[in-house]
């Protein structure tokens, strides 16, 4: 499949409409970062929980758009991670397998980027790939990203991750 032209990727903030998107992402395939598939009731919270995100201004999840797919091939976002101290922003992406390998992925994150950096965030973007995810962590270099060292993660169903502190100035 071809690459595709970064400007033609748009992002759309997340909305009532998009259930159906984050149904779809919820195959093995794209949740096995997450712990695994979900239940629908489980995914239905979590979509009212992306609902809720730029109304409470703890983040903005957005469906990824390419012509031809206004339905979206994927989401990504921003959140505050609630368990710091100090304010500090992660992301994250998911784009379906049948789009994947066109660059859909690094648009859309260098999108979210100028997006957070017109709105005025300062400090320093997080995306914490696993380790072991060659995909991901090549999108964080394709969208700027460098690498600030690895973590742990306990809280994810999987059990204990080891995952890369990717950053990028905002």
């Not at 270099?141 to 990717?166: E, Y």
Request: aromatic share 4%; net charge negative; with cysteine.
């Amino acid at each position: 499949m071809a690459t595709i032209d970064p400007t033609v990727v748009e992002l759309h903030p997340y909305s009532e409409s998009d259930l159906d998107l984050l149904r779809r992402a919820n195959r093995p395939e794209l949740m096995d970062q997450m712990g695994g598939v979900e239940d629908d009731a489980a995914v239905v919270k979590r979509h009212e929980r992306y609902l809720r995100l730029p109304v409470d201004g703890s983040g903005q999840q957005f469906r990824v758009t390419i012509p031809g797919h206004p339905e979206g091939v994927g989401m990504v976002g921003w959140w505050v991670q609630s368990d710091r101290a100090i304010r500090t922003l992660e992301c994250g992406w998911s784009i379906e397998p049948e789009s994947r390998g066109r660059g859909i992925a690094p648009a859309a994150t260098l999108a979210l980027i100028h997006s957070l950096r017109e709105r005025g965030e300062g400090g320093v973007l997080h995306a914490y790939p696993r380790v072991d995810n060659a995909a991901s962590n090549a999108v964080c270099r394709k969208a700027g990203f460098s690498l600030a060292g690895t973590v742990t993660d306990p809280s994810v169903g999987a059990g204990v991750l080891v995952l890369n502190d990717c950053v990028v100035k905002l």
